[in-house]
């Protein structure tokens, strides 16, 4: 059996760069370029953010986003990432997710099957497959990661045993961000191999555990990444990375005839009179927030009470 698996594609009308809705077309075609892929026989794993604007869905969005899925027929089985969740993950409560609305919408209506995983063990033919959605509290996280490495651990060794997450490895990124768990860690002993998303980037931390990263290029800090996703081949036990060819984000001046994204040099942008504003501490990290991210606010928020 083959399977696909892909990551983050943080589907949105992003204005940014945007053409008459080429950005949010960009983002289902990628989506439809995936499931094409899959067909109707091979299932599809998710590893969360399938949205980008925490608890606002478009209309439009959601429409483009289930027609693309029933047209596909496709079979996905998915975590929510925290860009899905407009509520908090914890062991008690599980999250309101976009993800979830989209799943029941699209259950309803054909063909097509999705599935959201929130910590169970589902069996697919010889496969066993875990999910764990997105946790802020890697302690929470840790303790739901060893429920199901115990549930693993007593499955038969000649099944194939996959765990998807939505976390910050050791390795995934720069030494100064705080990171929440470790692709060493024994307890992910159990598990043949684990699909993680969140990171943008993707890398190959150990034998068996993969970031995946997003299938298209989504803002600056993509430049120079190629973008895609993979198949597993469950017989071979190997992963193949597949580019997708959409716009990428590229530092310097505009090519002429390109699809691409040109950001200027900061040594290119001209210097204007820019009247410089008292603004707080707070204001500093309130802006770099929307710059960087700038949807999460109770994360913002934490970050302001840490300044204080
Ligand atoms: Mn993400």
């Known amino acids: 059996m083959k399977l696909i698996v892909f990551s983050d594609i943080h589907i949105d009308n992003y204005k ?3 053409k008459q809705g080429s950005r949010l077309k960009n983002c289902i075609a990628a989506l439809e370029c995936i499931l094409k892929k899959a067909g109707e026989l091979c299932p599809v794993l998710f590893c969360g953010d399938m949205f980008n604007h925490n608890g606002v869905l478009h ?6 986003v ?3 899925i029933t047209s596909q027929n496709a079979r996905i089985y998915a975590i929510s990432g925290n860009h899905d969740q407009f509520s908090r993950q914890t062991l008690e409560n599980t999250a309101g997710s976009s993800l979830d609305f989209v799943t029941r919408l699209n259950n309803s209506r054909g063909n097509a099957a999705m599935q959201l995983l929130n910590g169970e063990e589902i069996v697919i033919d010889n496969l066993y497959l875990y999910g764990i959605p997105y946790f802020r509290d890697s302690k929470e996280f840790h303790a739901k990661l060893k429920e199901l490495s115990d549930k693993a651990s007593r499955v038969a060794s000649n099944t194939l045993r996959i765990l998807m997450t ?3 490895p050791i390795g ?8 929440d768990t470790d692709p060493f860690d024994p307890l992910y002993e159990s598990f043949d191999f684990v699909f993680n998303g969140h990171i943008h980037k993707r890398q190959q931390l150990s034998d068996k555990y993969y970031v995946i990263g997003n299938p298209l290029h989504q803002d600056l800090s993509d430049a120079g990444q190629k973008k895609g996703y993979y198949i597993l081949d469950t017989e071979t036990r190997t992963m193949e ?3 997708l060819d959409f716009p990428e984000f590229v530092v310097g001046k505009e090519a002429e005839g390109s699809k691409n994204y040109f950001v200027p040099r ?10 410089v504003e008292a603004v707080s501490k707070e204001g500093v990290v ?8 700038g949807k999460d606010r109770e994360l913002l928020q934490e970050g302001i009470n840490l300044l204080q």
Do not use: C, M
Not at 172 to 179: F, K, L
Not at 266 to 275: A, G, P, T
């Open 16 to 18: 940014r760069f945007d």
């Open 59 to 64: 209309a439009k969005i959601i429409e483009e």
């Open 66 to 68: 289930i027609k693309t």
């Open 166 to 168: 939505h976390q910050t």
């Open 172 to 179: 995934s990124v720069g030494e100064h961000i705080p990171t």
């Open 241 to 243: 990375f597949v580019p």
């Open 266 to 275: 900061e040594s290119e942008i001209e210097l204007q009179n820019i009247e």
């Open 286 to 293: 309130a802006e770099y927030w929307e710059n960087v991210d």
